[in-house]
Every structure is written in structure tokens, then in C-alpha cells.
């Protein structure tokens, strides 16, 4: 059955997080993905790096079925594995043995604004424990400085978000990367995106 989903930002963005991933990634290993969604971006990177496994996970079952059914329809079953049940808040994650032993990186890509806050902080937490010194954690999203947004775009955006859920909201850039910073990461880099997005890449430098 093809569950395939279309969401379509991912059409927007895929491009731009592209060119990001394109200087952050090593050559071999596992990539973990949170928060999947539909599955395109796991499906189009894993074409684009042949070199690494993208290793897709969502808590939503009907997300799943569509990371699934994506890969079916690109014939990518011989590369990528399926995608994995994470819930971030659902501590520790359940991870095969293989993706711990080979993981360089996680990302995790318009998620932490349609969550609560704890689930940024579960995010840090247990990349903390599975990422090794040197390797990193990106966030793409859009984000607050010094709790300013940065148009009025974002600024009704974060309405929209909050009125669909009390818990949701466009995080605040430094209160993120402090929280980074209290489990052995580093802000490495932030680069300005389009649509008033930005790719943040966290550096683990210490337990
Ligand atoms: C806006 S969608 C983004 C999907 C995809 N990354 C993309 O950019 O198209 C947010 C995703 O975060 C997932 N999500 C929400 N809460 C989560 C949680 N607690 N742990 C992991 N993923 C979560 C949702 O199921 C959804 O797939």
C-alpha cells in the first residue's frame, strides 16, 4: 500500500539543508533523524551522501508508514533501514545495536517548535549520551534571539503554534544552546536560512 505523505516544505527546504549537509557530514556512519515526518528528506539525503545510512524515526505511526512507503517508491530498501519509533520524551531511546555503534550525527529538522520544551531538553539530553566528542547534533527551525523574533512572519507563526498547542511555541536561540551547553555541546555554527530559518550545528566537546 503506498501511505506515502507529502508535506511541502520539505520540497522548500530540502536544497538549502542539503548544501548544510553537504559540509557537516563525514563520509560513513549512521545519521539519526527526529522527527521524520513524511520521510522525503530521509529519502532524498540518502541519495544524496550514497556513503552514509539515514536512519529515519517518528512517534507517529501514520508518519512512519509514509518514511516506509518513501522508501519502497525510491527502491532504497537495500540502503536504508526502517524508520524507528523515537519519541524523544521517552527516555532512554530505544536504538539498534548497529546505529550505536556507527552513529556520526543527529538531526533533527522542524521539530522543537511543535513540541513542548521538555522535548528540546530530552533532545540534548540523550544525543548527549549517544554522540561521541567530535561528532554533532543540527537543528533546522526557525528561532528567537535574545527572545525577539526575527520578522513578523516567524512572530505570527509562533501565534498560530501556540493557539494549536499551549506547550509549542519558536524557541529562544540562546536558551536552546544553553541547554546544549549543559550536556557537552558546543554552538559551532549557525547559518542564516531562507524563510527566516537557520541550520544550527552543536558540536559534542565534552560528557
Ligand atoms: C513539522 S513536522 C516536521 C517533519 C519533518 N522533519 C519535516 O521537516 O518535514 C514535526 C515532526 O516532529 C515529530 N514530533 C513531534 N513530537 C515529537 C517527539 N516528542 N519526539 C519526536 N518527534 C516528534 C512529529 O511527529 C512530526 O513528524
Redesign the pocket.
Known amino acids: 500500500m503506498d501511505n506515502r505523505l507529502f508535506?511541502p516544505?520539505?520540497e522548500r527546504n530540502r536544497d538549502s539543508i542539503g548544501e548544510v549537509l553537504s559540509r557537516t557530514l563525514l563520509t560513513r556512519g549512521y545519521i539519526l533523524e527526529?522527527?521524520?515526518?513524511?520521510g522525503?528528506?530521509g529519502v532524498i539525503f540518502q541519495k544524496c551522501f550514497p556513503e552514509i545510512t539515514w536512519q529515519s524515526s517518528?512517534?507517529?505511526l501514520t508518519?512512519r508508514k509514509s518514511i516506509s512507503s518513501w522508501i519502497d517508491h525510491e527502491e532504497l530498501n537495500f540502503k536504508m533501514p526502517q524508520p524507528l519509533d523515537?519519541?524523544?520524551?521517552k527516555i532512554p531511546w530505544k536504538i539498534p545495536s548497529e546505529l550505536l555503534l556507527s552513529i556520526q550525527g543527529i538531526i533533527s529538522?522542524?521539530?522543537i517548535h511543535?513540541?513542548s520544551w521538555n522535548?528540546t531538553k530530552s533532545l540534548f539530553k540523550e544525543s548527549g549520551k549517544l554522540l561521541k566528542i567530535g561528532q554533532f547534533l543540527m537543528l533546522y527551525g526557525p528561532f528567537k534571539f535574545g527572545n525577539m523574533h526575527i520578522s513578523q512572519s516567524n512572530e505570527l507563526f509562533d501565534s498560530s503554534l501556540k493557539i494549536q498547542n499551549k506547550s509549542w511555541g519558536v524557541r529562544d536561540l540562546g536558551e536552546v544552546s544553553e541547554e546544549a551547553t549543559n550536556h557537552g555541546f558546543i554552538e559551532e555554527d549557525l547559518i542564516r536560512m531562507p524563510a527566516n530559518n537557520f541550520s544550527v550545528i552543536y558540536r559534542k566537546v565534552s560528557f
Request: net charge negative.
Open positions: 508535506f516544505a520539505t527526529i522527527g521524520s515526518g513524511s522525503e528528506h517518528d512517534p507517529e508518519h523515537i519519541d524523544v520524551e529538522i522542524n521539530m511543535i513540541a522535548c
